[in-house]
């Protein structure tokens, strides 16, 4: 696409060799979009503590929320979360912007690492646990 990066995007979101994924809401073309993807990545269809990266496509604020609140407690604490919703320029109907994800996840002990453009249509912002609370589950406010 022009006007992107020549980065390929499985290296942008941090796919490696024997990376665990799941992806949720995923347009039609995700595989397309990551190829060439590295050795050994494997996607999962359920979210478990074996899960280095979650990449969730959404739409809705509440929606969010929730899913943020549920990985927070179902992915080991050094996984990724990838968060992307569609750009203004899609005009694709949506509640969610870039600080809309900020204000649900850093109160859920959640720190954004990165923004990169996923295709035309979504962005995503990389979210990772705060290293200070690796090192202890989370507990629900």
């Known amino acids: 696409m022009n006007g992107y990066s020549g ?10 060799a024997g990376t665990v994924a799941v992806a949720i809401g995923a347009p039609a073309d995700y595989a397309t979009l990551l190829a060439p993807l590295p050795p050994g990545v494997v996607f999962a269809r ?16 509440a929606e969010l929320a929730r899913r943020l609140t549920s990985l927070r407690g179902e992915l080991a604490p050094d996984a990724a979360v990838w968060t992307s919703w569609p750009k ?5 109907p949506t509640s969610i912007t870039e600080d809309v994800i900020r204000e649900e996840a850093l109160p859920l002990g959640y720190v954004d690492i990165k923004v990169c453009a996923v ?7 990389k979210l990772a ?11 629900p406010s």
């Open 7 to 16: 980065t390929p995007l499985a290296t942008k979101l941090g796919y490696k």
């Open 46 to 61: 359920t979210i478990g503590s074996n899960v280095d990266l979650v990449h969730v496509f959404l739409t809705e604020r």
């Open 119 to 125: 295709d035309a249509v979504w962005s995503g912002l």
């Open 88 to 92: 203004k320029a899609s005009k694709v």
């Open 129 to 139: 646990v705060r290293k200070e609370l690796r090192a202890r589950p989370h507990e």
